[in-house]
Nanobody, 123 residues
Framework: QVQLVESGGGLVQAGGSLRLSCVAS????????MGWFRQAPGKEREFVAA????????SYADSVKGRFTISRDNAKNTVYLQMNSLKPEETAVYYC????????????????WGQGTQVTVSS
């Protein structure tokens, strides 16, 4: 498994932006498809975005299309999630995950998870 550490969360006003980063350890990062998930209190962890190991293909939950962008820099062992026009209902802990390639939209498709970073969107 790969070790993942998220950063970049925080408190933002509705309509604001944040960029999350996820740094992976190990020299096999390029072999993994990567995903971002989020989990609000009392709710199940839900898919947000995913990216193939080369970064050539991305996918998004319908709710974030047009506002969020997932990207990766394999040379830096890092995957990013740019979040724009944030909404209060998107307050959650955001998790980075590593899995197979192509990446899946389900938590079961990932075998390595970060500890999460809190994103709070105020109204």
């Amino acid at each position: 498994q790969v070790q993942l550490v998220e950063s970049g969360g925080g408190l933002v006003q509705a309509g604001g932006s944040l960029r999350l980063s996820c740094v992976a350890s190990g020299r096999t990062f390029i072999s993994y498809g990567m995903g971002w998930f989020r989990q609000a209190p009392g709710k199940e962890r839900e898919f947000v975005a995913a990216i193939t190991r080369s970064g050539s293909i991305t996918s998004y939950a319908d709710s974030v299309k047009g506002r969020f962008t997932i990207s990766r820099d394999n040379a830096k062992n890092t995957v990013y999630l740019q979040m724009n026009s944030l909404k209060p209902e998107e307050t959650a802990v955001y998790y980075c995950a590593a899995g197979g390639n192509p990446p899946m939209r389900y938590t079961s498709g990932y075998d390595s998870w970060g500890q999460g970073t809190q994103v709070t969107v105020s109204s």
